[in-house]
């Protein structure tokens, strides 16, 4: 089955600093991943995703992403930090045996201070 | 605003109750699919529907069921309601029904509380 780990439950950065969420992806095939971002008492946001391509993604309010196949991770990442970043995020890969639903990883809470 | 919509936006009922709760895709999405968003479970899929059949299924209870009617709105029906199914309940949408490429959005969400 297709997974993502997120090994953090939290990451705390100051404002003004880089950031990275980390995830891990285990596979069969092609992976297909996705970063989404939750805001309290909010829905879903789509950040960004890979197909294919280049490694380094590019996506929606300054944030990015690196596709490393050889350490078979999907880090996000932001070069400076803001305090409206604070929120849930959630890494996912295309669930090739469940009618390409996703599958989450668990979440990891990114809290920045200012 | 992603453009699916999610009614009730709260749902507070008693056990053994049966709740409808209902999603209208964004406006050409064909696919939609149900999540449940819990503190011990996470984010799981529960179904899919794609231009009115079902199309995947995931960790969908029996008691739980879904349809997807010919205007696309989607209804999710969660019947013999126990303590355990108090969550966030998701729907997302899509363009295609088995696309790799296409992101999903999701609505609002339907928070369920059984008491």
């Known amino acids: 089955a297709q997974s993502v780990a997120q090994p953090e439950d939290q990451v705390n950065v100051a404002e003004g600093n880089p950031l990275t969420v980390k995830c891990t992806y285990s596979?069969?095939?092609?992976?297909?991943l996705f970063w989404y971002v939750q805001y309290p008492n909010r829905g879903l946001q789509f950040l960004l995703k890979y197909i294919t391509g280049d490694n380094l993604v590019k996506g929606s309010y300054g944030f990015e992403a690196e596709f490393n196949k050889s350490q078979t991770s999907f880090h996000l990442k932001k070069p400076s930090a803001l305090v409206s970043d604070s929120a849930l995020y959630f890494c996912?890969?295309?669930?090739?045996?469940?009618?390409?639903?996703?599958?989450f990883g668990k979440g990891t809470s990114l809290l920045v201070t200012p | 605003d992603s453009g699916v919509t999610q009614t009730p936006k709260h749902l507070i009922t008693a056990t053994g109750q049966r709740v409808t709760l209902r999603c209208s895709p964004r406006s050409g999405d064909l696919s939609v699919y149900w999540y449940q968003q819990s503190l011990d479970q996470g984010l799981q899929f529960l179904i899919q529907?794609?231009?009115?059949?079902?199309?995947a299924k995931g960790n969908i209870l029996e008691r739980f069921s879904a349809q997807q009617f010919p205007d696309l709105h989607s209804e999710l029906n969660l019947s013999s309601l126990e303590l355990g199914d108090s969550a966030l309940y998701f729907c997302a949408s899509s363009e295609g029904a088995t696309s790799l490429f296409y992101e999903q959005y999701f609505g609002p969400g339907t928070r369920l509380t059984v008491t």
């Open positions: 596979v069969s095939g092609n992976p297909y």
């Open positions: 996912a890969v295309r669930a090739l045996e469940r009618g390409y639903a996703l599958n």
């Open positions: 529907y794609y231009n009115g059949e079902e199309r």
